[in-house]
C-alpha cells in the first residue's frame, strides 16, 4: 500500500454509529468512493432474489471510459485494454477459435426465424402491412430469445438493404502497386531459436497541412489546409482499414494487431498499433507510402445552399426540392453514378516510426502504457485542449471545427444538403446541414470512429472475455482458500430491475457509495488472505491489479 492510503477512511474498523457521523455529503461521498477505485456515479438497480424473494438495491457501476466523468470506471476500462493489448502481443501460439456447436434448442429457434423471414417477404409482395406488422414483433421476440441463448453475429434483417451500385472496373484504383502474397493462415511471426518472441511497434501519421507551432497551433492559419486536414481526420479509420489489408496481403500472413487512435496536438489523428511478430522496416514503410483511400463520394466542394436558404421539403413527393424552382433534388446514389474521379484521397504522411519489441521486456510494458495512455481522455483533452490551452491552439481547433461543420461524414449526413444532395434517410424531420455525428462535435475534433482496433485473432477473446476471466481468477483463488462471498452460489436466481430516482426504497446517494465502498473493502480483505493463503509472499502490484479489474 502507497502513502495515500494512511488517508483513507477504513470503513471496515468502524463502528455501525461511527459510520453514519461520517459526513455524508455527495462530495466526501464521491471523494472517498475514488480513493477507493468505486464508481462515483453508480446506477441504483434492485436485485430479487427468486428464491427467498429478497430484495436489495445494488450499485451497479456506470462503466464509463472517461476520467472526466467517472475516474474509478475510466481506469478500470483502461487497465482492462491493456490486458487485452498484453496478452495478445507476443502469444507464441496459434489461437484456436473454438466454437460450440449450436443447441437443438438454437436450431429450432433459427429454422422457426427462416420461416417467418419467407413469410414476411411473401406478404410484403402482396401488400398485406398488417401481416407484416404482426410477423416482424415475432421475430424481433424471437431474435431477443436467440441472443438470451448466446447466438452471436449478425441475423438477416427482415428488410435488407439494396445492393450498393457496382463500380466500373475504371474506378478500381485501390490496389497498390505493392508485392502480393497469398495470405497464409497463421498469425504469428517468425520464432527466432523458439526463444525470443519479437514484436513490432508502429506509430503512423498523415500528412502536414501547413506549418505548426510547438502547441500544435498553425502559425498560418490562412494557409493552413484546413479542408484536407478535416477530411482526412473522417475518411482515417477506412484509410487504416485499407492498411491492415494491403500489410496482409503484401507479407503473406494473417498480421494481428491492438492498435489505437488519437489525436496529435495539430488535431490529426494518428495511430499507434503493437503487431504480433516482426515485419521489416522497410517493408512496413513501402506499405504505408502505398496506402491510399479513395472516397467515391459526390463532390463537396461548392455549397449550393446555405442553412438560412435550404432545400425544402415537398410533403407529397417526400422529398427535398429547391427552395426556388421546386425541382426535386438528386439523391446520394443518383450524384454517385455519375463521378468520373473521387470526391477525396486520403494518404499517410511520410512520418512512419516503426519500432522492433521483445515479448515480455521492460519496453514492451512501457509501450503498452504509452498505447493506452489516452483512453480515458476525451479527444480535444487528449489534443492538449484543455484549460491551459493557448489562444492560438484554440482558435486552430475553431477554424478547424468550422470545416468539419461543413464536411459530410457518412452518405446519411444531412450536410449534404448544403450541397444539393439527399442523404440516405433524407426525411422530413432532417435538418439541412444539422448533423448528429460525432464527428461534427467540437470535442470530437473529427475523429468519430473507435479509439481502440483490435484484429480478431489479437487475443482471441472479446472484452467480456476477458473481464470474465479476471473474476474467475479472483473466484477460483477465493474458493482455494476456503473464502465464500457473501452471497453465495446458492442464493438467487436473480431478477434485475432498473430503480425510478423517486422510489422510496432507493437510499441517497452518498448511502450508496459508501455501500459500495464497504462492499469492496470487504471482497479485497478476502481476496488478500486468500492470495497469501495461496503464495505466501505479499501481493505484488501485478495481482493487486488483477483484482482491480475483477472487482
Ligand atoms: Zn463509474
Ligand atoms: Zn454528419
Known amino acids: 500500500m502507497t502513502d495515500t492510503a494512511s488517508n483513507i477512511v477504513d470503513l471496515s474498523r468502524m463502528t455501525h454509529q461511527q459510520r453514519a457521523a461520517l459526513p455524508l455529503s455527495t462530495e466526501v461521498a464521491q471523494v472517498i468512493a ?5 464508481c462515483i456515479r453508480p446506477l441504483a438497480m434492485r436485485r430479487i432474489d427468486t428464491t427467498t424473494g429478497r430484495v436489495d438495491i445494488i450499485p451497479v457501476p ?41 443447441s437443438t434448442e438454437q436450431q429450432e429457434l433459427m429454422a422457426a426465424r427462416a420461416d417467418l423471414l419467407l413469410a414476411y417477404s411473401q406478404c410484403r409482395a402482396a401488400g398485406d402491412e398488417d401481416s407484416c406488422e404482426q410477423i416482424a414483433d415475432s421475430v424481433a421476440e424471437l431474435d431477443g430469445q436467440l441472443r438470451a441463448l448466446g447466438v452471436r453475429g449478425r441475423l438477416a434483417p427482415l428488410d435488407p438493404a439494396p445492393k450498393p451500385v457496382k ?121 504505408t507510402a502505398a496506402t491510399y483511400h479513395q472516397v467515391w463520394w459526390p463532390p463537396h466542394d461548392q455549397q449550393i445552399y446555405t442553412q438560412q436558404r435550404p432545400p425544402v421539403w415537398d410533403t407529397r413527393a417526400k422529398t427535398f426540392t429547391d427552395p426556388d424552382t421546386g425541382v426535386p433534388l438528386p439523391t446520394f446514389d443518383q450524384a454517385c453514378q455519375e463521378l ?74 444531412p450536410i449534404w444538403l448544403l450541397y444539393g444532395i439527399q442523404p440516405h434517410g433524407a426525411r422530413h424531420s432532417t435538418t439541412p446541414g444539422r448533423c448528429k455525428g460525432k ?54 436466481p436473480y431478477l434485475w430491475e432498473r430503480t425510478a430516482p423517486a422510489d422510496p426504497d432507493i437510499p441517497p446517494r452518498p448511502v450508496l457509495l459508501m455501500q459500495a465502498v464497504a462492499e469492496r473493502q470487504r471482497w479485497k480483505a478476502e481476496y488478500t488472505a486468500a492470495q497469501l493463503a495461496a503464495t505466501g509472499p505479499p501481493p505484488d502490484t501485478n495481482r493487486s491489479a488483477t483484482f482491480d479489474q475483477a472487482a
Not at 34 to 38: R, T
Not at 77 to 100: F, N, S, Y
Not at 378 to 403: F, K, V, Y
Request: charged residues 25%; aromatic residues 6%; proline residues 6%.
Open 34 to 38: 475514488e480513493q477507493h477505485g468505486v
Open 62 to 102: 456506470c462503466g464509463s471510459t472517461r476520467q472526466d466523468q467517472c475516474r474509478p470506471c475510466a481506469d478500470k476500462a483502461r487497465r482492462l485494454r491493456m490486458a487485452q493489448c498484453r496478452e495478445g502481443w507476443h502469444l507464441d501460439t496459434e489461437p484456436v477459435i473454438k466454437r460450440a456447436t449450436p
Open 167 to 287: 463500380r466500373s472496373t475504371r474506378r478500381r484504383q485501390d490496389a497498390p502497386n505493392l508485392p502480393r502474397r497469398p495470405v497464409e493462415r497463421r498469425t504469428l511471426g517468425q520464432v527466432f531459436a523458439g526463444r525470443y518472441r519479437p514484436s513490432t511497434f508502429v506509430t503512423l501519421t498523415l500528412d502536414s497541412y501547413g506549418k505548426v507551432d510547438a502547441h500544435g497551433a498553425a502559425i498560418d492559419p490562412d494557409t493552413y489546409d484546413y479542408r484536407r486536414a478535416a477530411r482526412d481526420a473522417i475518411h482515417f479509420p477506412a484509410l487504416v482499414d485499407r492498411f491492415w489489408q494491403n500489410t496482409r496481403r503484401c507479407v503473406g500472413w494473417d498480421v494481428q494487431y491492438f492498435g489505437t487512435v488519437e489525436p496529435q496536438k495539430r488535431g490529426a489523428p494518428h495511430l499507434h498499433a503493437a503487431i504480433r511478430g516482426t515485419i521489416p522496416r522497410a517493408e512496413l514503410r513501402a506499405i
Open 340 to 413: 468520373t474521379e473521387p470526391a477525396h484521397v486520403v494518404r499517410f504522411g511520410p512520418q512512419v516510426h516503426v519500432k522492433g519489441i521483445l515479448g515480455g521486456t521492460e519496453e514492451a510494458g512501457r509501450h503498452i502504457g504509452y498505447l493506452t495512455k489516452y483512453l480515458t481522455k476525451s479527444i480535444s483533452h487528449a489534443a492538449g485542449l484543455g484549460e491551459q490551452a493557448t489562444e492560438a491552439h484554440r482558435e486552430h481547433a475553431r477554424c478547424l471545427h468550422a470545416e468539419l461543420l461543413i464536411t459530410p461524414c457518412s452518405p446519411r449526413c
Open 439 to 492: 464527428a461534427h462535435k467540437p470535442e470530437h475534433l473529427g475523429i468519430a470512429g473507435r479509439r481502440v482496433l483490435v484484429s480478431r485473432k489479437w487475443s482471441n477473446k472479446t472484452l467480456d472475455d476477458h473481464r470474465a476471466e479476471r473474476g474467475q481468477f479472483v473466484r477460483q483463488l477465493l474458493e482455494q482458500a476456503g473464502i465464500h462471498p457473501a452471497h453465495g452460489p446458492q442464493d438467487g
